[in-house]
């Protein structure tokens, strides 16, 4: 039973109380003055009503769009509203005003308002559907991942964004003043992760990774938040591909099930059925790029040209926009990834989704002996490393695992062009603000 | 339905395969010779099971406890095998060793063993159950908060942990290089979750925040995990405290459902009834620990030692060793939370449990004008936190809410004297590694 603080009622509620005088909390979100009768929508988390009074009366209130009101008033069915009912407005109390010229109302047609003009007036911007909206997918997103990992044992762990050194050897990292000393900012928790594999076998993690991108795209962030999974005992890569394939199905099901109208409103296609993503071996796809797009260009990893061109062909062939590429060159990739055969490939995979990579992932060296070859062949020194090595002396299964860039995720599925536009306060080389 | 990686079956699901032939993974838990017969207690993330093989057979594989192994073998009733079953081992295959000489073992009794050690080899210490337990607790307990939340029509989000300022004006925080400026890690989302309730009205987020502390006491990280809570629409910091009983009353009776054994073997007691937890006035604290204790040196805030007493209080008084302390003094406060009374109160409170504050809530000013007047007062500049207060134009109702510290809360949950033991990667002011 959902709960209001004291004696008011949510807007969702209003029909369990025809004939009954309700005190309403929220927002003025439309106003309407028709002679003597006056249209007031108010609207709060749970949904908008249609509140009417005499035009006089609320004329001396001096109400604007965006104002905050309390409302009391009588309930009665109208057939014609929404919400299935409409309220007789018996007293409206200004609880906080709004400043008056703002520069879009809640209510605006809001795609000719500027990206920067929504961030500087995020809260404004929340309480239209078409912001808010992705932020409220994004959330169910996240609830959904969770409730599918844990219900294939997976355990969330929470580790450390604050750490000695980078995962890969130390670029692009944010540094910080950690007392006396100098500490960085996680890019991934791709160790910890493979530690807890150690310990739980299976793990996730929500959370916030850092890279100090020099450059400001449509794609990049300086600040994101990753979506993380890494469990033990695998055979190989496709192991860790059939679980994405299932995580994802288990997603997009959800989604659909509660957010079809939402989905209708920003997307043009349903949602790809992951279940049927093909997963093509890197060869194979420069073969295919070559034959089709007429691309001699690419030999060791895609660009964002290729990975649209994967995509265009995966739903030509396969009627699903999504598509996982395993076996990239092992130089391309980082030291801990496993090989996938004698001849340079490596374990390693990405997903393409509608256009764009939003997954890294592979199966992982699991042998402390492979990882310090590894690293001595890439003219690293293992000694460096040793905080990590040791744990791989404890007892480490054969593992895999990915990662999901949330917010490239939810861009896709909502088909919004700048990866900014799922982020409710976006970090780049140039914004620090809000 | 619980899927496994290829043909490995989960130890959980043996008692599906009697008189079959099934692979399980796992670590060696234990290995017991008894003359021609060796026991194996293998471990996954699932259960225990009991391998029985022929001893010479074994010996030849140099198995020793925390080896990562497969098993191929016959699965038969048992009625002493806490699973209802045993394997009679057919093959064993080593997937990975562990380094020989290690400090303790999985199964080891670990109460001897330090602190430092355990970090210093946390996946084997995971394995463990008496550490293992608190983050399966922990887990738990994150999944709990975020699905009552979710019933109540809380939106979950995300916000950035990389700020331009302090919250409250800027003490300990950690000072980073952001390309060419300075930034800081957040202390808190204070500012952030209060915009997003002139949003969705309604919203939790749980994240990292950051706090330099110069010390390293037991109860202080410099990262820690922050469960935020913040909802509008509210009469006063009574419908906060409210929620958050009702919030915590959820989370126990989850636990208490899920987990009774683990509480168990770690709390004497049962755990608090919260919906029954007292709300007591700052004052009427302060004369009942004149009455009972003789403390008469408090006069603006409470310390540990008073924490612990009025728990012990409340205990007596209620049965319930938690307690909400309402109207601290305002000056003690930050500057944005809304006032009480005439005479200095502020509506704000804490949640004491079990001896210790693990919530800091109340209800906050929600007028620009308030907060202005405010920030003066305290010799503060407004126009220094215009970015903040400007969102305060935008529509914002009355509002509170709360955190709760998830180290600390975990901690008192499982009777653990030190909240690092609540953190799987503790950092403190000495503390960078692993």
Redesign the interface.
């Known amino acids: 039973m959902?709960?209001?603080?004291?004696q008011?009622v949510?807007i969702q509620s209003l029909a369990a109380f025809v004939h009954q005088e309700v005190t309403l909390?929220?927002?003025v979100y439309r106003l309407r003055v028709l002679g003597k009768t006056t249209f007031v929508i108010l609207k709060?988390?749970?949904g908008e009503a249609q509140c009417v009074g005499a035009s006089g009366v609320i004329r001396e209130l001096h109400l604007k769009a965006?104002?905050?009101i309390e409302v009391r008033g009588s309930v009665r069915a109208d057939q014609r509203a929404k919400s299935g009912c409409e309220v007789s407005i018996l007293e409206v109390r200004v609880?906080?005003r709004?400043?008056a010229n703002?520069p879009f109302n809640?209510a605006s047609d809001i795609e000719s308002v500027g990206l920067e003009t929504l961030l500087?007036?995020?809260?404004?911007?929340?309480?239209n559907p078409l912001v808010?909206d992705v932020?409220?997918v994004?959330?169910a997103l996240?609830?959904l991942f969770?409730e599918y990992l844990?219900?294939?044992?997976f355990?969330?762990?929470?580790?450390?964004?604050?750490?000695?050194s980078g995962t890969e050897g130390g670029t692009n990292l944010?540094?910080?003043?950690?007392?006396d000393?100098i500490?960085y900012?996680a890019q991934s928790p791709q160790f910890?992760k493979e530690?807890?594999?150690?310990?739980?076998?299976?793990v996730f993690e929500t959370?916030?990774v850092?890279r100090?991108e020099?450059h400001a795209t449509s794609r990049h962030l300086?600040?994101y938040?990753s979506l993380d999974v890494e469990?033990g005992?695998?055979?190989g890569p496709e192991?860790v591909i059939?679980?994405e394939r299932?995580l994802l199905a288990y997603i997009f099901e959800g989604l659909q099930k509660s957010y079809a109208p939402i989905l209708d409103a920003h997307r043009k296609t349903p949602l790809p059925q992951m279940l049927n993503a093909p997963c093509w071996e890197f060869e194979e796809c420069l073969e295919l790029l070559k034959e089709h797009f007429h691309r001699a260009d690419l030999t060791d990893d895609l660009d964002p040209e290729a990975e649209r061109q994967l995509c265009q062909l995966a739903k030509d062939k396969t009627g699903s926009s999504a598509v996982f590429v395993l076996g990239f060159p092992l130089g391309a990739r980082p030291f801990y990834t496993a090989p996938r055969d004698a001849h340079g490939a490596a374990n390693s995979f990405d997903l393409l989704f509608e256009g764009i990579e939003i997954t890294t992932g592979g199966q992982r060296l699991?042998?402390r002996d492979d990882l310090e070859s590894a690293l001595r062949g890439r003219g690293m020194e293992p000694a460096n490393f040793e905080?990590h090595l040791?744990?791989f002396?404890?007892?480490?299964?054969?593992h895999g695992g990915f990662a999901i860039g949330?917010e490239r995720l939810t861009a896709r599925i909502l088909d919004l062009p700048n990866v900014r536009q799922a982020?409710?306060?976006?970090?780049d080389?140039y914004r620090?603000?809000?």
Not at 150 to 153: M, P, V
Not at 174 to 179: G, T
Not at 423 to 427: D, K
């Open positions: 959902l709960r209001a603080a004291s008011r949510f909390r929220g927002w709060d988390c749970s965006e104002d905050v609880l906080n709004a400043a703002l809640a500087e007036h995020r809260p404004l911007a929340l309480r808010g932020f409220q994004q959330a996240l609830k969770r844990s219900s294939q044992r355990t969330e762990i929470i580790t450390s964004k604050i750490v000695a944010f540094a910080l003043k950690y007392f000393r500490a900012l910890y530690h807890c594999v150690a310990g739980f076998e299976r959370g916030h850092y100090a020099p300086t600040e938040y469990f005992f695998i055979d192991d059939q679980l299932e699991h042998r905080s040791r744990m002396d404890l007892g480490m299964p054969p949330l982020v409710l306060y976006p970090r080389r620090l603000t809000p």
